[in-house]
């Protein structure tokens, strides 16, 4: 029989997962932690969002939460989103994003962006005025453009440290995560948000630059429902770590379809996809049950990772 849900709502935000040195200062991350889940929380407390998301009204408060804390993370260059997004091999930003409501599975995601300052909008504004699920590249920018988003010079989206991160791993004939101190700047990463409101739904949300050094044109998990982000009637899951693996796995798909098909917990899903189905070292999975439960897994040296209950406190984590 499964666990009867808890009262209120829940919120699980991520910075990225790969190999962070454990001798890194890691304040500038856990303070976008922090930042992200006070986003998602001013929306689920009832308080006027930071950033108002447009068309009004097209979506449930869990996706509305979601949503705000990942454009919080686009805004700090600490993170491999927005700007500070890694280098794709043609020495430019292509960015992606995707969002996904769970009681009805709807979703939108856009990829290949080099000007549209908050991917993850725009991924909504697929899901909300489009047929389609996913929009790419040129036409995607026209899209934003045409819906009134914020769109920045290619340029400005660069920074020197993915500058130097590209180079090195150019150099060792690369292509890198996020974290990865093989290549320089370890410390930045992909983000993503799952949340459970207090009405039950759960919803999820995810924005990345993907890979350092990947070729001009690569798409990742994080634009792929199910690969790298996935929502339904039980859970809200969101990825970060290698994305080809998490898309060869479906990975967070596999961990709903666990919970609906398999009758495991969340927390059984989680793990069982992250330690048996994943190879180690691939990455983690956050997410959130309709029953308001939580879960935070990698194989991976470390992921930065922030959680919230309304009937609790606050929980922050790096390293097992």
Not at 41 to 58: F, I, S, W, Y
Request: aromatic share 6%; with cysteine.
């Amino acid at each position: 029989m499964p666990p009867p849900a808890m009262p209120g709502w829940s919120v699980v935000v991520h910075g990225g997962a790969g190999k962070i040195s454990r001798s890194r200062d890691t304040a500038t991350d856990m303070d976008g932690m922090r930042a992200a889940l006070d986003c998602a929380v001013d929306v689920l407390e009832g308080r006027a969002p930071r950033r108002p998301l447009r068309p009004d009204g097209m979506r449930s408060q869990a996706l509305a939460a979601a949503i705000q804390a990942v454009m919080e993370l686009e805004d700090r260059p600490t993170f491999n989103a927005g700007k500070g997004s890694v280098l794709s091999d043609g020495g430019w930003v292509e960015m992606e994003a995707a969002v996904v409501e769970g009681w009805n599975r709807d979703s939108g995601a856009a990829c290949g962006l080099r000007s549209v300052r908050h991917a993850v909008e725009l991924a909504e504004i697929v899901r909300v005025t489009t047929p389609h699920t996913l929009i790419g590249f040129d036409d995607a920018e026209e899209l934003a453009k045409g819906k009134g988003l914020e769109v920045r010079a290619p340029e400005w989206f660069v920074v020197e440290a993915r500058v130097e991160q590209q180079r090195r791993a150019a150099e060792r004939g690369l292509v890198v995560v996020d974290r990865d101190e093989a290549a320089g700047r370890e410390g930045m990463g992909t983000v993503g948000a799952v949340v459970r409101d207090g009405e039950g739904r759960v919803a999820a949300a995810v924005s990345t630059g993907g890979r350092s050094n990947k070729m001009a044109g690569r798409v990742g998990d994080s634009a792929c429902v199910g690969a790298g982000v996935y929502a339904g009637p039980l859970a809200a899951v969101c990825g970060t770590g290698v994305g080809e693996a998490f898309v060869r796995h479906s990975a967070c798909a596999q961990v709903g379809f666990a919970m609906q098909y398999g009758k495991l917990s969340l927390q059984e899903a989680v793990r069982k996809v992250v330690y048996e189905e994943m190879d180690e070292g691939d990455g983690g999975i956050i997410a959130v049950g309709a029953d308001g439960s939580m879960s935070v897994e990698f194989n991976s040296l470390g992921m930065f990772w922030g959680k919230q209950h309304s009937e609790g406190g606050r929980e922050f984590g790096i390293w097992k």
